[in-house]
């Protein structure tokens, strides 16, 4: 069978590295416009694999070249373009997306953050067939792996490029031989996610400990890490713990409230939260020793009437200078 495949990152080139090993026939690699990184493109030419870039997947000039390929399969594995026909109708077969989420929950981008966010406790991997909506097409196979309580973004995402290959390989061995069904999802409750941006890696201390401690951990390297403020200075939060029997009661959300051997207490919207290991503007990493009282992030009403205030000055600056300024050209 004659696969063209379209990727980036780990898990394509993981997953291209078993498809040579087996008599699948990978007849091209087709490479985001701005790769993650280089390694499925250095594999691809080391395998003497013809590698493609287009600018636009869907132009006339790539369908063009697709077609002259003449691939049984098209694979999509972590690329970021949206694949439209005819480029969908240039495989025999059609083109199969493994995507790292449980579909028909999880569409869209960034699922294994938005999977940690939400506090689920296993992820899928799914194989399905791209039609022209976003990871809506008819299901192939699918299985899930475990998030466990302490799992941050690293343990996750390593625990899915690692059993990507095999998932893939097992599929397109499948799809080679016939021996497939697939379930439509027209008829299943999805949800759709978009991809993260910055700032959304900011802490609201006033949520709960539960929402801060899965966000904490589903951003954490190799992801930006969550942010906080302390005083004037941008602080990242790496690591922390939680848990879910500890007290909840009514406090200060943000305030440090005592210590443990774990670092310091944080009171939150519900409970508390500790936290374990921080990163300062001047880029050291630490377990954290702030005082009892120290407030982190920003309150927000004070924050809006000390600008009042600050504008209500500047104004008064300015009526002041303008008077002296009419006075001075009478004299």
């Known amino acids: 069978m004659r696969v063209l495949i ?3 990152g780990g898990w394509a080139t993981n997953s291209l590295l078993a498809l040579v090993r087996s008599d699948i026939q990978v007849i091209g690699v087709v490479i985001r416009q701005r790769p993650s990184d280089s390694t499925l493109e250095n594999l691809a030419r080391s395998l003497a694999i013809p590698v493609y870039q ?7 000039d790539f369908v063009r070249l697709a077609l002259e390929l003449r691939p049984d399969l098209g694979v999509s594995i972590s ?5 439209r026909r005819p480029i969908l109708d240039s495989a025999r077969i059609g083109i199969v997306n493994f995507h790292a989420g449980k579909l028909p929950l999880y569409r869209g981008r960034n699922v294994i953050n938005w999977a940690i966010i939400n506090g689920e406790s296993e992820i899928g991997l799914t194989a399905h067939f791209v039609d022209e909506g976003i990871d809506t097409g008819d299901i192939i196979n ?3 792996l475990p998030i466990l309580w302490k799992d941050g973004y690293g343990d996750v995402l390593n625990r899915v490029v690692e059993n990507f290959p095999h998932f893939a390989s097992e599929v397109l061995d499948r799809i080679a031989s016939g ?14 996610f978009p991809g993260r941006e910055d700032g959304d890696e900011w802490l609201d201390w006033s949520d709960t400990s539960l929402n801060l401690y899965n966000k904490i951990r589903a951003i954490s390297r190799p992801g930006p890490g969550a942010r906080t403020s302390l005083g004037h200075a941008e602080v990242i939060i790496w690591s922390a713990v939680y848990d879910e029997s500890w007290p909840k009661y009514i ?8 210590w443990s051997g774990d670092g310091v207490i944080v009171k939150t919207g519900d409970s508390t939260l500790v936290l374990r290991e921080v990163q300062t503007e001047q880029g050291t990493c630490e377990k954290p020793s702030w005082r009892i009282g120290t407030r982190l992030g920003i309150n927000v009403v004070a924050a809006l009437h000390a600008m009042r205030n600050h504008i209500h000055d500047l104004e008064s ?10 006075a001075s050209t009478f004299v």
């Open 6 to 8: 379209f990727g980036d």
């Open 79 to 83: 690329y970021n373009q949206i694949l």
């Open 317 to 326: 600056l300015l009526e002041t200078s303008g008077k002296s300024h009419v």
């Open 142 to 144: 699918q299985i899930t």
């Open 54 to 60: 287009p600018s636009n997947v869907n132009s006339e």
């Open 251 to 258: 406090a200060t959300p943000g305030q440090v409230s005592g």
């Open 179 to 192: 021996r497939i069904t697939t379930q439509p999802q027209t008829e299943l409750p999805g949800t759709y």
